[in-house]
C-alpha cells in the first residue's frame, strides 16, 4: 500500500467550470475526510466518510460542493461553478474508525480558479 | 478566538539550536496530533498524544491536559527541519471525529 494517493496534484481551471478530486484512500481505513487549506492558514474540515455513508458536512461546503465514496474505497470531491474563491489546497486523509486511531494524509490537490 | 492557536507563527533559526513550538486549545479533546506539512502540500504526522510525552529521534512532544497546552521541541535542528508544523485537535466522541487544525508554525533552520 503506497499511502493514500489524491489525483490531481494540481489543477487548474476557468472560473465557472466544473472540477472533480479524487481520493485512494489506505485500503483498510473505513474513515475518509476532506479538508481545504488556504494559503498561510490550517487546514479546515469538508466533510468524512466512514465508509460509504457521509456522515459529517461543514458549513464551508456550500450547494456547489459534493463529495461521494459509493463503495466505501475511494472518494471523489466535485465542485460545480467554480469561483476564485475555491482556490486553494485540498487534502484527503484517511483513518481506521475509532478513538484515537492515527489519520494519514495525501499529497493534496492544488486546485486555481482563473 | 480559534479553538486551536499555536505560537510562534514564524520561527528563523541557526543549525543546531533547541526548538520550540507551542499549541494552546480552547475545547476538551481526545488526541492531539503534531504534523509536518513541507513546501509542496503533503502532511505527515508526527505524533499523536493524549497525555503526557512522547519521543522519536529529536523530536519530543509533551501535552499538558489541564493546561490545555501542548509543545513540540526539536533539539540539534538542522535545516532538512524546515517546513510548517501544525497543532491539530480531536475533540471526544461521535460526531467529533474530525481535526481541528492550528494555522501552522513557519520554521526555517539556517545553516
Known amino acids: 500500500d503506497t499511502g493514500v494517493s489524491q489525483d490531481p496534484r494540481h489543477k487548474i481551471t476557468k472560473r465557472g467550470q466544473n472540477v472533480t478530486f479524487r481520493c485512494d484512500p489506505i485500503?483498510?481505513?473505513?474513515?475518509l475526510y476532506w479538508y481545504r487549506q488556504t494559503l498561510g492558514q490550517g487546514p479546515e474540515f469538508l466533510t468524512y466518510?466512514?465508509?460509504?455513508?457521509?456522515?459529517?458536512k461543514s458549513r464551508l461546503l456550500s450547494d456547489r460542493f459534493s463529495a461521494e465514496r459509493p463503495k466505501g474505497s475511494f472518494s471523489t470531491l466535485e465542485i460545480q461553478r467554480t469561483e476564485q474563491g475555491d482556490s486553494a489546497m485540498y487534502l484527503c486523509?484517511?483513518?481506521?474508525?475509532?478513538?484515537?486511531?492515527?489519520?494519514?494524509f495525501g499529497q493534496g490537490t492544488r486546485l486555481t480558479v482563473v | 478566538k480559534n479553538e486551536v492557536e499555536q505560537s510562534p507563527q514564524n520561527l528563523t533559526a541557526q543549525e543546531g539550536e533547541f526548538i520550540t513550538i507551542n499549541c494552546s486549545y480552547s475545547?476538551?479533546?481526545?488526541?492531539l496530533h503534531w504534523l509536518q506539512q513541507h513546501p509542496g502540500g503533503g502532511i505527515v504526522s508526527l505524533f499523536m498524544?493524549?497525555?503526557?510525552?512522547k519521543k522519536h529521534g529529536r523530536l519530543i512532544a509533551t501535552i499538558n491536559i489541564q493546561e490545555k497546552h501542548s509543545s513540540l521541541h526539536i533539539t540539534a535542528s538542522h535545516p532538512r527541519d524546515s517546513a510548517v508544523y501544525i497543532c491539530?485537535?480531536?475533540?471526544w466522541g461521535f460526531g467529533n471525529e474530525k481535526l481541528t487544525f492550528g494555522t501552522g508554525t513557519r520554521l526555517t533552520i539556517i545553516p
Open positions: 491539530a485537535v480531536r475533540g
Open positions: 466518510f466512514q465508509n460509504e455513508a457521509q456522515l459529517e
Open positions: 486523509a484517511s483513518s481506521l474508525a475509532g478513538l484515537n486511531t492515527e489519520a494519514f
Open positions: 475545547v476538551g479533546i481526545s488526541a
Open positions: 485500503s483498510e481505513h473505513n474513515r
Open positions: 498524544l493524549s497525555s503526557g510525552k
